[in-house]
């Protein structure tokens, strides 16, 4: 029953601050999905914001037998957005982030509300930055006293395994032209493994991977490696791919950090399953 009651103050939670939101929302019957991400407009079921990774089934219904013998509790039932004059926003999906932040989607733009100024900041300053080198949702609003910021949504489609070619490869292009304009423009910032393991949040779980890191040659450790600033979380929710004009935009995430070149690429290639050497040939 932990388990239940875990959920349903979390849900509890979400439901309070949604109807703090109600503003930013379009009129409608709205559901959860399982894990209590997001929150969605039932007439958006087939968006594909809603990707595989979230069940949209109705997952209160498993406790509500044992809560209520077959009648169901408030937070149980779907939400309803009523109409209202003066609305802030179109939203039909709200997408509750781990760092707090909150992304609600219209059929044209993406309000983000940033759970503090620091994330704040950081948005504008990595979307200053990355707009550069790759192609991101266009930033087209932002008001620094409510830290909220307004994108241009990217109208993607679900990706295919016919797609995968196309959408690798435009990822290693992108990556390979910011590591050659990086290496003319300026001087990476250089690390050894020592350092790593004096600074890292992760050298916490250093004990776990002892046996791998017995077999490393001692001398890597003080080998000076390039890092700069990279994604950090490439994976398919991130990366939107649009027809037909093949375009393929990235989000950025809160993850974006100092990291060794080959980081994000690893991570991608981790979540597709595939290999670059196709696209090395």
């Known amino acids: 029953m932990d388990k239940l009651n875990q959920y ?3 849900k509890k939670a979400k439901i309070k601050k949604v109807r703090q939101l109600e503003r930013y929302l379009a009129c409608g019957t709205y ?3 399982k894990e209590l991400r997001v929150l969605f407009n039932k007439k958006e079921s087939n968006s594909p914001i809603l990707d595989s990774s979230f069940d949209i089934h109705d997952f209160d219904q498993k406790w509500s037998l044992p809560l209520t013998k077959g009648k169901l509790k408030s937070w149980q039932k779907p939400l309803k957005i009523k109409k209202e004059k003066h609305k802030l926003f179109q939203g039909n999906i709200i997408w509750f982030c781990s760092n707090g932040d909150i992304k609600i ?5 993406t309000l983000i509300i940033c759970n503090n100024k620091e994330n704040y900041l950081n948005k504008i300053e990595n979307y ?3 707009s550069r080198f790759f192609k991101l949702p266009e930033l087209v609003y932002q008001d620094d006293n409510k830290y909220q910021l307004i994108e ?6 679900r990706q295919s395994h016919q797609d995968n070619p196309f959408i690798l490869k435009s990822i290693y292009d992108d990556y390979t032209n910011y590591f050659s304009t990086i290496n003319r423009e300026s001087q990476p910032a250089y690390y050894t493994l020592n350092d790593l393991l004096k600074t890292s949040s992760n050298a916490i779980h250093v004990e776990r991977f002892k046996h791998i890191v017995n077999n490393i040659d001692t001398q890597l ?3 000076e490696f390039p890092f700069i600033k990279l994604h950090g979380d490439l994976w398919t929710a991130n990366i939107l791919y ?4 093949r375009d393929v935009h990235f989000c950025l995430s809160k993850h974006v950090h100092f990291r060794s070149k080959c980081t994000s ?3 991608c290639m981790n979540n597709y399953n595939l290999t670059w050497r196709p696209l090395l040939a």
């Open 8 to 10: 349903v103050q979390e």
């Open 31 to 33: 559901e959860f999905d």
């Open 105 to 109: 989607f219209s059929k044209t733009e």
């Open 128 to 130: 200053t930055y990355f």
């Open 152 to 157: 241009k949504y990217i109208n993607f489609q």
């Open 221 to 223: 450790f003080e080998a």
């Open 242 to 245: 649009k027809c037909p004009h």
């Open 265 to 267: 690429l690893f991570m």
